[in-house]
T-cell receptor, first 110, second 113 residues
Framework: RKEVEQDPGPFNVPEGATVAFNCTYS??????FFWYRQDCRKEPKLLMS???SGNEDGRFTAQLNRASQYISLLIRDSKLSDSATYLC???????????FGAGTRLFVKA | NAGVTQTPKFQVLKTGQSMTLQCAQD?????MYWYRQDPGMGLRLIYY???????DKGEVPNGYNVSRLNKREFSLRLESAAPSQTSVYFC????????????FGNGTRLTVT
């Protein structure tokens, strides 16, 4: 079993839709959690960190469930420009190893 | 402000050849990383350097060596390239805390024939 797992998708949604991604992690000592966005043939870029209390940035909401060991990303009012691969990342407690999921591909269509 | 700069952007090697991927960051970050990305596998950590003067193995270190030349630069060397090392390589850096988010370079697309 991979340490960080994501549904690979692809998710095909119309503009304006709400879409949710989940990511599970197996190491209960994990302390830091992130969502990255990666456009085709580009480098990953930080979308948002995920805090224990949940956090929101515009149309994007991230949540953490430590008991069930998963993080989620909700995108509201999807835009064509949201089409990308979304990577979840988990940092093991006390160390420098950030482990990534394989990514979930999102296509937003007009 | 360039952030993280990697060279080269593309490289084709023959099996057995060697090469060094260069990475430099200008964000005064202490920690630097090398990842490889393969279809369906996501990003996998090859080596990292928590601070200048230290390096440690990641998930997939076999076939690679690294050098933390100074605080800014972290290079990745393939001594004898194999087709299994065909991949996209990303260098990244982060702040002092091990749980800080990563800033990535543009990547190096390497093909080994």
């Amino acid at each position: 079993r991979k340490e960080v797992e994501q549904d690979p998708g692809p998710f095909n949604v119309p503009e304006g839709a709400t879409v949710a991604f989940n990511c599970t992690y197996s190491n209960s000592a994990s302390q830091s959690f992130f969502w990255y966005r990666q456009d085709c043939r580009k480098e990953p870029k930080l979308l948002m960190s995920v805090y224990s209390s949940g956090n929101e940035d515009g149309r994007f909401t991230a949540q953490l469930n430590r008991a069930s060991q998963y993080i989620s990303l909700l995108i509201r009012d999807s835009k064509l420009s949201d089409s990308a691969t979304y990577l979840c990342a988990v940092n093991r407690g006390g160390g420098f190893k950030t482990i990534f999921g394989a990514g979930t591909r999102l296509f937003v269509k007009a | 402000n360039a952030g993280v700069t990697q060279t080269p952007k593309f490289q084709v090697l023959k099996t057995g050849q060697s090469m060094t991927l260069q990475c430099a960051q200008d964000m005064n970050h202490n920690s630097m990383y090398w990842y490889r990305q393969d279809p369906g596998m996501g990003l996998r950590l090859i080596y990292y350097s928590a601070s200048e003067g230290t390096t440690d193995k990641g998930e997939v270190p076999n076939g690679y060596n690294v050098s933390r030349l100074n605080k800014r630069e972290f290079s990745l060397r393939l001594e004898s390239a194999a087709p299994s090392q065909t991949s996209v390589y990303f260098c990244a850096s982060s702040g002092s805390q091990g749980n800080s988010p990563l800033h990535f370079g543009n990547g190096t697309r390497l093909t080994v024939t």
